[in-house]
């Protein structure tokens, strides 16, 4: 695998994988625990270093594009909750709001993973069975079939889920 990415490519894979395991722990783990706030960090600190580069990445299409919109609303969903948890606003809600925001990331980073894993190994096998005029159809439709079934799936476990994990929060709630 390895063999055929660039040393970028290579740092923002391992970033990803860092990110998911730690992502996985976070939400495993009871919530304000040490351990929770410890893979929380990890995981923080791997997403900056995936988004980072994300946005140096230009192999696709050699400009912009919309993988690097979902970056853009990755480092949103990241701020936003870690401005929550850091500054403990809003006041009364914190907890929820950092919450929210950070599913969501968890969410597009297993979205996004979805994406990449159905297009990295389906495309190389039906490309051959494709016109060419068809492959970027093809493509694009992957993307957006994997990405949207994981959100949906991953909004609904957030909202169904979420609410009766944030009864169970230890640690400081001020």
């Known amino acids: 695998m390895a063999s055929n990415m660039s040393t970028l490519g290579v740092v923002h894979v391992t970033f990803s994988l860092i990110a998911i395991g730690a992502g996985a722990a976070v939400v495993m783990n009871a919530k304000g625990t040490r351990w929770h706030r410890t893979f929380g960090?990890?995981?923080?600190?791997?997403?900056?270093?995936?988004?980072?580069?994300?946005?140096?990445?230009?192999?696709?299409?050699?400009?912009?594009?919309?993988?690097?919109?979902?970056?853009?609303?990755?480092?949103?969903?990241?701020?936003?909750?870690?401005?929550?948890?850091?500054?403990?606003?809003?006041?009364?809600?914190?907890?929820?709001?950092?919450?929210?925001?950070?599913?969501?990331?968890?969410i597009g980073l297993i979205a996004a993973l979805a994406a990449e894993s159905l297009t990295r190994f389906v495309m190389p096998r039906a490309a051959p069975l494709l016109e060419e005029r068809a492959l970027w159809s093809v493509f694009w439709g992957l993307v957006i079939l994997a990405s949207f079934g994981v959100i949906a799936v991953g909004w609904w476990l957030a909202k169904t889920?979420?609410?009766?994990?944030?009864?169970?929060?230890?640690?400081?709630?001020?």
């Open 41 to 106: 960090h990890i995981y923080a600190t791997s997403m900056v270093g995936l988004i980072v580069t994300a946005f140096s990445i230009y192999d696709l299409t050699g400009s912009f594009s919309p993988f690097h919109v979902a970056a853009f609303l990755s480092a949103v969903t990241v701020a936003i909750g870690l401005t929550a948890v850091l500054g403990r606003r809003p006041k009364d809600s914190w907890i929820k709001s950092h919450a929210q925001w950070m599913s969501g990331s968890y």
């Open 161 to 174: 889920r979420l609410p009766l994990t944030l009864r169970t929060v230890s640690g400081p709630k001020r």
